[in-house]
């Protein structure tokens, strides 16, 4: 008789405890993808933002925010990353993940970035701004320029 009380009282929570499970990994689904969404470069490919301790942590003590811009192949770009508050370093990475050029400092002497690059493949890139080191963050200007051949 017990077992047969046990049986339908864990079929009874069998039930609900799925439920549970289902809805905890839809939440869980959804937080996931509000994490870690990429900015569109805008069409005028200029930007200006600012880095904080809300954006993804590099591991290294300061942060990174994420750009995403399509690129096509045979362009070759000029990214220029200015702040006056942190020490910049910019990366291009490809759709994989792999890292296509970076820069930390640029040829003025500045702690800015320039990172000049030719595309070899069609597609979507991301343009990674982080702050070097511990650094922190604050205002930044971003701009992205398809050079031209003369």
Sequence with gaps: MTKAIAAR???????????????LTAVAAR??????????????NELSDTLTENDIPTGEGGFARDYTINLDGGDQVAIDLISENFDTIVTLMASDGST??????GPDGSTNSLLFARITETG?????????????GGAFQLKVTRLRPI
């Design 9 to 23: 009282f864990s079929l009874a929570l069998l039930v609900p405890v799925t439920f549970l499970a289902v809805s």
């Design 31 to 44: 937080a996931q993808d509000r994490l870690y969404n990429p900015i569109t470069i805008p069409p005028s």
């Design 100 to 105: 296509v050029a970076e820069n930390d400092d």
């Design 124 to 136: 979507k890139y991301l343009i990674r701004v982080r702050a070097f080191g511990e650094t922190g």
